[in-house]
């Protein structure tokens, strides 16, 4: 957890390789193995459970609840994802939101989107 933190300030960290990889990013809360694991430079984002914002880079203002969620999110922000999977093909799309099980899970670039 926050094994090559440099710069990076207040942030939290809980699971194995969590935040591993923050170099400079800041107000990031990950609990969950791999949450947040490829973070570098990203801000203010909040993911629990595994496997959640895993391949994110530079996306800021997501928040995550539930495993895999916003799984492939590198550089999409302002997400909203709760439940199994929500949004887990997301790449770079942005202010999206999405409730329950498997919501817009096959989403990559799409934004401005209400999944209940």
């Known amino acids: 957890a926050l094994l090559r933190n440099i710069t990076g300030s207040e ?4 699971g194995h390789n969590s935040l591993s990889k923050n170099d400079l990013g800041y107000s990031n809360l990950a609990i969950g193995q791999n949450a947040q694991s490829n973070s570098q ?5 909040l993911s ?3 496997e959640t914002l895993n391949k994110n880079i530079t996306g800021n203002f997501n928040t995550v609840i539930g495993e895999s969620g916003l799984s492939k999110n590198q550089s999409g922000s302002w997400n909203c994802g709760f439940g199994y999977e929500t949004l887990k093909a997301n790449t770079t799309g942005h202010d999206n939101s999405a409730y329950g099980y498997l919501s817009m ?3 990559t670039t799409g934004y ?3 999944v209940l």
Do not use: C, V
Not at 11 to 14: A, D, Y
């Open 11 to 14: 942030n939290i960290s809980i």
């Open 41 to 45: 430079t990203a801000y203010s984002n």
């Open 48 to 50: 629990i459970g595994n």
């Open 105 to 107: 899970s096959k989403n």
């Open 112 to 114: 401005f989107n209400l």
